[in-house]
């Protein structure tokens, strides 16, 4: 337990919360709302029942409720409230606030009962769209504001893919119905972030498709050998920090020397690195795409 974050700084209230610092100072001297320890230099600093109670707060007043009268509740009325808005299909906040809670103490049954309950009402694509994605975005801000640190992220992260790993698993078990084209999905050298790619992988499945997944820091050179066994290959590739802006305009050079051997196979890429790049200076064989959902639309 030594690894579980207990102490907050305001700051870090205020980046989990999405309630400014200025308001959290002026609900806890009004209100009394929360009561902050204080460090040999006079900083404010906040446990984890504070944070649990403020993001409760900030899911009651984000649902109308005014911060006077969730002032005069009792704390044990307030998470019943919560519960209530839940119900009421307004659980996607909540359940964003559960996976922080989660992810801050590295609790894997409270990832496991969010997202089990969140699974009883949606399907597995809309959670990774409604809730999945709009939690890993918020995680980036949080690791760039030093909120949480990188064995936060890594934790949370394995978890979304094991996820992925079994409903994947699932649709593979039939054979791929549509055989026109071959999807092979790879990350380029010492590129490792694969959320994404795991996900375009199932819903490729998904829709039929035979996918062919090779993962993690793929040399160019080693992808000529599927061009022995398919024709048509659709090549996709997520670039978040590799290639450098700098070494992409080479890089789909090579890779089209590869494309140039399979006339009727493309590449498809997509992620951080690329979104400055203008399609118009690539080869003809490289298409890129700004979402997931263009990617996937076009399919």
């Given at each position: 337990m030594n690894n579980v974050k207990k102490s907050f700084s305001i700051r870090d209230m205020e980046n989990l919360s999405g309630i400014k610092a200025h308001t959290i100072r002026i609900w806890e001297k009004r209100?009394?709302?929360?009561?902050?320890?204080?460090?040999?230099?006079?900083?404010?600093?906040?446990?984890?029942?504070?944070?649990?109670?403020?993001?409760?707060v900030t899911m009651l007043y984000n649902n109308?409720?005014?911060?006077?009268?969730?002032?005069?509740?009792?704390?044990?009325?307030?998470?019943?409230?919560?519960r209530d808005i839940v119900a009421k299909n307004s659980e996607k906040s909540h359940a964003l606030n559960s996976l922080k809670l989660a992810m801050l103490n590295f609790d894997q049954s409270l990832f496991l009962q969010?997202?089990?309950?969140?699974?009883?009402?949606?399907?597995?694509?809309?959670?990774?769209?409604?809730?999945?994605?709009p939690f890993l975005n918020e995680l980036g801000l949080l690791w760039q504001t030093n909120t949480i640190s990188p064995a936060h992220e890594h934790f949370v992260s394995n978890l979304i893919k094991q996820k992925i790993y079994i409903h994947t698993e699932q649709v593979q078990l039939n054979e791929p119905t549509k055989k026109d084209q071959v999807f092979v999905l790879f990350l380029p050298e010492n590129e490792i972030h694969e959320i994404g790619l795991l996900y375009i992988n199932y819903e490729l499945a998904n829709k039929g498709y035979k996918t062919i997944y090779?993962?993690?820091?793929?040399?160019?050179?080693?992808?000529?050998?599927?061009?022995?066994y398919y024709s048509n290959i659709r090549?996709?590739?997520?670039?978040?920090?590799?290639?450098?802006?700098?070494?992409?305009?080479?890089?789909?050079?090579?890779?089209k020397e590869v494309l140039d051997m399979s006339p009727g196979s493309k590449l498809y890429a997509l992620g951080h690195q690329i979104q400055q790049v203008s399609e118009n200076k690539l080869p003809n064989s490289v298409k890129i795409f700004s979402s997931i959902h263009?990617?996937?639309?076009t399919v």
């Open positions: 209100y009394n709302l929360f009561s902050p320890e204080r460090t040999d230099t006079n900083i404010r600093t906040y446990n984890v029942v504070s944070l649990q109670k403020l993001l409760n109308g409720y005014k911060i006077s009268k969730i002032a005069k509740l009792d704390d044990t009325k307030i998470p019943v409230l919560v969010t997202y089990n309950s969140l699974l009883k009402e949606r399907s597995f694509t809309q959670i990774f769209n409604e809730v999945f994605i090779l993962g993690q820091t793929m040399p160019i050179e080693s992808l000529v050998d599927l061009l022995k090549f996709i590739s997520y670039f978040t920090v590799s290639p450098m802006l700098n070494e992409l305009e080479d890089y789909f050079n090579r890779f263009q990617l996937l639309e």
